[in-house]
T-cell receptor, first 111, second 113 residues
Framework: DAKTTQPNSMESNEEEPVHLPCNHSTISGTDYIHWYRQLPSQGPEYVIHGLTSNVNNRMASLAIAEDRKSSTLILHRATLRDAAVYYCILSSYFGNEKLTFGTGTRLTIIP | NAGVTQTPKFQVLKTGQSMTLQCAQD?????MSWYRQDPGMGLRLIHYSVGAGITDQGEVPNGYNVSRSTTEDFPLRLLSAAPSQTSVYFC????????????FGQGTRLTVV
């Protein structure tokens, strides 16, 4: 499976935008980029995913580099409830029955 | 819509005991999987299934058995519990097509003493 690299931790002020980076230099053409987050004492929850184009949903935006070797999860206006560990995961179009988690980025929101 | 339901939420076992962690989903998802999460770590895949009657090993399968007799249920069996199996266990399900999101249960916190 192709690997992803994320910073161990980040801090952001409440009500400010947050940009969470992810490097995936060995991504293949059939790999989707998924983001999940895990709130304290909860199971992971889906945030967003994309293949080539930037994506928006009610939770966040996903910006994908033109060469697809990196991506950025954007939380437009962080709240205290966004404090979580964020995981960037590659999921192949073929054989996507399992997800491989790294250690993720622990996001701290400062009131 | 219940999603993915795991039982029990908490369990304490003695070394050598066996038990089954239950996982059920009501979304008719083909894919189901079990993960464990140790303190400060990401999730590691134990076993997964692509459909009823089909299972395969993940990254850390030793000491665990699974079976999938129905689409809805995917139990995880600890054969002879060891302190190293103290962890939080998560079950997940996902639709086979469209590379869509996975849904996770709330977890089972297992302590082996």
């Amino acid at each position: 499976d192709a690997k992803t690299t994320q910073p161990n931790s980040m801090e952001s002020n409440e009500e400010e935008p947050v940009h969470l980076p992810c490097n995936h230099s060995t991504i293949s053409g059939t790999d989707y980029i998924h983001w999940y987050r895990q709130l304290p004492s909860q199971g992971p929850e889906y945030v967003i995913h994309g293949l080539t184009s930037n994506v928006n949903n009610r939770m966040a935006s996903l910006a994908i580099a033109e060469d697809r070797k990196s991506s950025t999860l954007i939380l437009h206006r962080a709240t205290l409830r966004d404090a979580a560990v964020y995981y960037c995961i590659l999921s192949s179009y073929f054989g996507n029955e399992k997800l491989t988690f790294g250690t993720g980025t622990r996001l701290t929101i400062i009131p | 819509n219940a999603g993915v339901t795991q039982t029990p939420k908490f369990q304490v076992l003695k070394t050598g005991q066996s038990m089954t962690l239950q996982c059920a989903q009501d979304m008719n998802h083909e894919y189901m999987s079990w993960y464990r999460q140790d303190p400060g770590m990401g999730l590691r895949l134990i076993h997964y299934s692509v459909g009823a009657g089909i299972t395969d090993q993940g990254e850390v399968p030793n000491g665990y058995n699974v079976s999938r007799s129905t689409t809805e249920d995917f139990p995880l069996r600890l054969l002879s519990a060891a302190p190293s199996q103290t962890s939080v266990y998560f079950c997940a399900s996902r639709r086979r097509t469209e590379n869509t999101e996975a849904f996770f249960g709330q977890g089972t916190r297992l302590t082996v003493v």
